[in-house]
């Protein structure tokens, strides 16, 4: 071959092959499943076959049930938000199948901030002995997660150490374009704190603080965070009278539309999808 030639050919051999480049394949999207557990809160994540819960929800609400007959073998982790048992309790009824080897927990996360209860003690304890990792996380900190997605804990603060609902670990899923906060128990002087660090936090999907109670989700949050949907988790007919009919109110001002409210009392279990297109909620 002419020496000349053989560059012109390999160069235009090089350019004809970008038209065969496969196209970049669009991320799997995120599942937000926020469980019926009746009187408490369990949300289980969902990507590409793999899972992980924000709190379990309390004892005896069926935990082991769903995840069995969802197929689910494996939880890349567990975090709880605080120790009360209605956040902590379900973690309980997951000792037999641990102990069985036929539910795999790879890593716990409990929050920094707080001065724990017995129960959050013991499950930390159980978890340990099972031979599971455990590791506190607190603001600024991550949960490991496949990209697109980043999970950040933006509450409680470095500087706290206080009881209960106030420690609740507050987590922001987002794919850079889309994103959903999980405030658990989170309570008005909390939000003020929160938005005090992040002034300009935005949110699609609010998982609504403490079961919906009026000690929680202040008009000046919600018209900060701005959300699109809604999703309170409550238990049917619960004694606490959860969600408050002033907080049913201040999310139908700000949401624009009572549909755009989901709840986990009397819908059962609510499921969002998160991707880079967009946040939907899910036909169960
Ligand atoms: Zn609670």
Redesign the pocket.
């Known amino acids: 071959m002419h020496s000349l030639l053989f560059p012109l050919i390999f160069a235009a051999g090089l350019s004809s092959c970008r038209l065969f480049e496969t196209p970049a394949i669009p991320p799997e999207p995120l599942h937000i499943h926020v469980l019926s557990v009746g009187q408490?809160?369990s949300v289980l994540l969902e990507q590409n076959g793999k899972f992980a819960l924000f709190d379990t929800g309390p004892g005896g609400a069926g935990l082991e049930d769903t995840l069995r007959n969802r197929g689910i073998d494996t939880l890349e982790w567990i975090a709880f938000s605080h120790s009360?048992l209605?956040?902590t309790g379900g973690f309980f009824d997951l000792a037999a199948p641990i102990r069985q080897k036929k539910l795999h927990i790879r890593q716990i996360y409990y929050s920094a901030g707080e001065n724990r209860t017995l129960y959050g003690d013991s499950a930390l304890r159980q978890a340990q002995n099972s031979g599971i990792r455990t590791g506190e996380r607190r603001q600024f900190d991550t949960l490991a997660w496949a990209a697109p997605h980043q999970f950040k804990i933006l509450y409680p603060p470095p500087y706290e150490n206080t009881n209960e609902?106030a420690a609740s670990l507050v987590l922001q899923i987002s794919n850079g374009e889309y994103s959903a906060l999980l405030t658990?128990?989170l309570e008005t002087p909390g939000e003020k704190s929160l938005l005090a660090t992040f002034p300009s936090l935005k949110t699609d999907l609010l998982q609504v603080g403490?079961?919906g109670s009026n000690t929680g989700t202040s008009f000046a949050f919600l018209s900060k965070i701005q959300p699109g949907e809604a999703v309170i988790s409550a238990g049917k007919r619960n004694p606490h009278g959860h969600p408050a009919p002033e907080v049913l109110q201040k999310l139908s001002l700000i949401l624009g539309d009572t549909s755009k409210i989901s709840r986990t009392d009397t819908e059962g279990t609510v499921s969002f999808t998160l991707s880079p297109a967009g946040l939907w909620k899910r036909k169960q």
């Open positions: 408490g809160l009360h209605d956040h609902n658990a128990d403490h079961h």
